[in-house]
């Protein structure tokens, strides 16, 4: 399910990526199924070798929403306000702080940033 990505302008995206409307056309439960999958193959990633001065702030950023994916699969009730807003906000820096990594380390955060659009494409709509 992941898509080509686009590198630009020092931040990491994806062409077509419209999760909330993909995640909110599917079942709870699929979405879940999903989130799970994708994190899953996520912990089966390395962490990828770089040397950059960002590199412990990305994994503080990994290991804020790696928490939050490990509280939405264990929870019933899914992310609270407040763990919506830091996802958010890590999802902001990873586009800040990935810019001028490799397109292999690239590829790692990408994939980090698509499990942050997935928990945010479950959260409810105010």
């Known amino acids: 399910m992941w898509l ?3 590198f630009s302008e020092g931040s990491i995206h994806d062409r077509d990526s419209n999760l909330t409307t993909l995640e909110g056309a599917l079942e709870p439960s699929m979405t ?3 989130i799970e999958t994708a994190w899953n193959q996520h912990r089966t990633n390395d962490w990828p070798r ?3 001065s960002n590199q412990g702030q990305l994994m503080t950023l990994d290991t ?3 928490g939050c ?3 939405y699969l264990e929870s019933p009730d899914g992310l609270d306000r407040q763990r919506v807003g830091i996802v958010q906000d890590c999802l902001n820096d990873l586009d800040d702080l990935t810019g001028e990594l490799d ?3 690239q590829a790692y955060f990408l994939r980090l ?3 942050g659009e997935m928990l945010l494409a ?5």
């Open 64 to 66: 804020v929403i790696s």
């Open 69 to 71: 994916v490990v509280f």
């Open 103 to 105: 397109v292999d380390s």
């Open 113 to 115: 940033r698509r499990l």
């Open 122 to 126: 479950t959260a409810p709509h105010e």
């Open 50 to 52: 770089f040397t950059n």
């Open 4 to 6: 080509k990505p686009i």
């Open 32 to 34: 879940r199924q999903l």
